[in-house]
């Protein structure tokens, strides 16, 4: 967290550190940029504190004042003007960039101000990008756009300013920037020409690379969209209590999932946002980016093609900032990236995907040294962009020492030779095996140099021998290298930058929204199935549990049938309130009602739990589908553990829905024992024996019983049977209803995830096809403009694997005047080419 207290607030600048924040905002930092805010800190005599602070907000130290704590020191009184002063410095490369659009609106809201201000602001910049040819009365140069916008400003800052602008506006950027220390790679009508070419053929391109990001864009957006819209409508279903407590916890189960899916979906979102503005960035330069581990050579490299930065060199601070450093001059783009394995800043992975982009060419710098495996993992990036690569092996050697030296100008080709003790071939085997590894193909070229002996004939005290070190560097190979790169592949070097590479931009959430249309697929699937295995299971439980219910309640009746001879023994001569209290007696010792009771409660439950059981076997069957499907991909892997909170719980979940089998049964018993007032009065007579009256009122009592049970049992029979199996099937019927709502919900979410892919897959093969075009017309060394028609025209299909091979039917014959070899090589993927009618 930046502590403002570490530096005296009333000796800050603030507004001045406001811009200081801007020209941060597209997270790089300009050469120019920042050497004109440091000039414009002198013109405007700003404090040491204030440039001590300035400094810290271009390195990203950890303890910079951040943006809140300057634009809340910032004197009301100056608002006005800073955010004029913001604007300009935002608007003075002619594109006002989201990123610079989110640090104005953070300030404007710091500031209280409302979105009607903010927006008369922006409105007011905006209007002057449509009138840039205003001249200034004082001036007879064209004023730059930010010049322009900072007319009328008083304060001293602001008139610096104005005068400042001119060195960051892009018209005047190849008049200020040094030559390279090699004019042959400036030099030349040819040269003018190919930056012609690629200024057109980027142009045309972007226009498609933004129609078919836009378009991912939306696509993804509509997902999200839709699945939202499925799980409102799943809440919103009220027909019937029932099914609207179905819907809700279908709803509920299916929450955790869906924002899962969202939060993929914005970063997914997010991905396409910024290939939109990297490409944007590298819509009007070749660029070329500079990677390498600390100390490989990356910032010597740099200072001898801008002739400039020498003070870095060897200081061992090569990594003093975080973000990416920009040169350019006539069109051509270095970004220079940190050290990459340096402690304290961006991961490798993080460099790469700063820059992989909006780059045309990347530059990796290892030394002869120290070649590990571990250098190149971050290469798969690169391949995942299908992004063209030069390896630049800086060979070290301590050429300060003087015989050293001498040797090495005697005889250099000896540094560099393959064979031998100390030759290179090893190194460049190595390289070529651990590159390959996880660049897929070894297309990619290494050129050997000693960067140190181009350093040296920079240096006054080489003055004499400045040409022979320059030579023997073999510096001037690289250089060579990247000529070719823009004279003779430029054109399709910048397709490949803002069509082949921005397909990559599409693929991966093509690739993720894939794996998702499946997972859910397959889940819905396995549901259907698992669904109508356990209503066949629930059949065969329910059955086999009425039976037992049944067979334990005709044990009961059978146990106090038993009982009844006895009884009719000891009460036939009973009275009626005797005999009442005794077959009462007997019913409790017997345990008549409290078994039948507990008879119900333990076939339900027994049932409930098989319920439970096969419930809980679907819900892990449903996590084996997830972790089966998301195992192998690391898209899914936060999904996999929703997933699996939610179906571990799926049996308690749908049986509190349903209900319980004991919660719907009532107690059917009711057994009457007035019959045994009847048989008193039948058994009554006056000339029987008291024998013969024992028998027959045994008797008659027993069968008044007996025939009393027995009509009891059947009712009761007959009652638990209809009441078990409505139970049993109301259970059943509500389950099935959540996994109808569940299969329904889910379904949806797979539609809306299949019709995403099909819209990205349309856009992927927009890209390839008008990607295909270029690459046919380059073959062919032939030009023209890149439509929707000419496309059409050209290319019967395009069938790519992105970043290794790509084969291209044609509409009819194209007179290729490049062999494939050189295709491959120069593409760095396996390129086919075949003729529709050449097919058939």
């Known amino acids: 967290m930046p502590n403002s207290n570490t530096v005296a607030s009333e000796q800050l600048d603030y507004p001045f550190l406001l811009l200081t924040h801007i020209v941060c905002a597209d997270q790089q930092i300009h050469s120019e940029e920042s050497k004109a805010l440091r000039e414009l800190a002198k013109q405007a005599r700003i404090g040491r504190n204030t440039l001590e602070e300035m400094e810290k907000i271009l390195v990203q130290d950890e303890h910079h004042l951040c943006l809140k704590d300057v634009a809340s020191k910032v004197p009301l009184a100056q608002h006005s003007e800073s955010m004029r002063q913001i604007l300009a410095i935002a608007y003075v490369d002619g594109f006002f960039s989201p990123l610079e659009r989110e640090i104005i609106e953070q300030v404007a809201q710091i500031w209280n101000w409302s979105e009607g201000e903010i927006e008369l602001f922006i409105e007011e910049a905006e209007g002057f990008t449509a009138k840039r040819s205003i001249k200034d009365d004082n001036n007879q140069s064209e004023l730059s756009l930010g010049a322009r916008l900072l007319t009328g400003a008083e304060s001293i800052l602001s008139r610096s300013l104005v005068s400042k602008l001119a060195a960051l506006a892009p018209e005047s950027v190849g008049q200020q920037i040094e030559k390279l220390q090699r004019e042959i790679l400036l030099a030349g009508p040819e040269y003018d020409e190919a930056i012609q070419q690629c200024a057109a053929i980027a142009n045309e391109d972007y226009k498609f690379a933004e129609v078919a990001l836009k378009l991912a864009y939306a696509a993804l957006f509509n997902l999200g969209k839709n699945i939202q819209l499925s799980l409102e409508e799943i809440k919103c279903k009220t027909n019937g209590k029932g099914k609207a407590t ?141 992004k063209p690569l030069i390896i630049l092996l800086n060979v070290k050697q301590n050429l300060r020492d003087s015989r050293r030296l001498e040797y090495f100008l005697k005889d250099s080709n000896k540094l560099f030779a393959m064979e031998g003790k100390s030759g290179l071939d090893g190194h460049i085997r190595r390289i070529r095996e651990y590159a390959k590894k996880h660049y897929t193909n070894d297309y990619f070229e290494i050129i050997p140099v000693m960067l140190l002996a181009a350093q040296m004939a920079s240096e006054p005290e080489h003055k004499k021998i400045k040409d022979k070190l320059f030579k023997a560097s073999r510096v001037q190979d ?79 009746f059978q146990e106090v049938l038993n009982a009844v001879p006895d009884f009719a023994e000891d009460y036939w001569d009973a009275t009626e309130y005797e005999m009442n209290l005794g077959w009462e007696e007997e019913l409790k010792y017997i345990g008549f009602e409290e078994r039948l009771q507990i008879a119900y409660e333990e076939t339900s439950q027994e049932f409930n739990q098989e319920v439970q059981q096969a419930l809980e076997e679907i819900g892990h069957e449903l996590q084996l589908v997830i972790k089966l499907s998301g195992g192998n991909l690391r898209f899914y892997e936060q999904d996999v553990g929703i ?105 949806a979410i797979a539609i809306h995830l299949e019709a995403a892919k099909s819209k990205l897959s349309q856009t992927d093969n927009y890209l390839n096809r008008a990607y295909a075009k270029r690459i046919i017309d380059w073959c062919c060394e032939q030009y023209e403009p890149l439509t929707d028609e000419s496309i059409h025209k050209t290319i019967a299909t395009v069938k790519r694997d992105f970043g290794r091979s790509i084969h291209i039917q044609t509409k009819s014959n194209c007179k290729r005047r490049k062999s494939l070899d050189k295709i491959n090589l120069i593409l760095e993927e396996d390129v086919s080419i075949q003729s529709l009618k050449s097919s058939k």
């Open 246 to 386: 179905t819907a809700k916890e279908v709803a509920k189960q299916l929450k955790d999932t869906s924002k899962s899916l969202s939060t993929e979906i914005i970063k997914e979102i997010e991905g396409v946002r910024e290939s939109l503005r990297a490409k944007q960035r590298a819509l009007n330069h070749f660029s070329i980016a500079f990677m390498g581990k600390t100390k490989a050579g990356k910032s010597t490299l740099h200072a001898i093609i801008t002739c400039g930065g020498w003070d870095a060199i060897g200081t061992g601070m090569q990594r003093t900032t975080r973000l990416n450093r920009v040169y350019e001059w006539n069109n051509i783009r270095i970004i220079d990236t940190p050290g990459i394995g340096a402690p304290g800043g961006k991961t490798d992975e993080e460099i790469a995907q700063s820059v992989i982009e909006e780059s045309d060419v990347i530059c990796y710098v290892v030394t002869n040294d120290s070649i590990q495996e571990t250098e190149f993992g971050f290469l798969r990036l690169l391949k995942e962009k299908a």
């Open 478 to 556: 690289f250089l060579d290298s990247i000529r070719e790169s823009l004279v003779k592949h430029g054109t399709i070097r910048r397709s490949q930058t803002l069509l082949g590479s921005t397909v990559g931009a599409v693929e991966h959430p093509y690739n993720w929204v894939t794996q998702q249309a499946e997972v859910y697929k397959h889940l819905t699937d396995t549901l259907k199935n698992e669904r109508r295995n356990f209503n066949n299971d629930v059949q065969k439980t329910q059955q086999y549990a009425c039976d037992l219910l049944l067979q334990e309640i005709e044990d009961i």
């Open 643 to 747: 997933f699996d909170r939610n179906f571990m719980r799926i049996g308690g979940t749908v049986l509190a829905i349903a209900g319980t089998v004991t919660s719907f049964l009532a107690f059917p018993i009711g057994i009457s024992i007035t019959i045994v007032g009847g048989v008193i009065g039948m058994i009554s007579g006056w000339f029987k024996s008291r024998n013969q009256k024992r028998r027959e009122a045994v008797q008659k009592i027993s069968n008044s019983l007996i025939s009393q049970l027995e009509s009891n049992e059947k009712d009761i029979l007959k009652q638990a049977k209809s009441n078990f199996t409505n139970s049993c099937d109301h259970v059943a019927s509500s389950i099935n209803t959540y996994f109808d709502e569940l299969i329904q919900g889910l379904d």
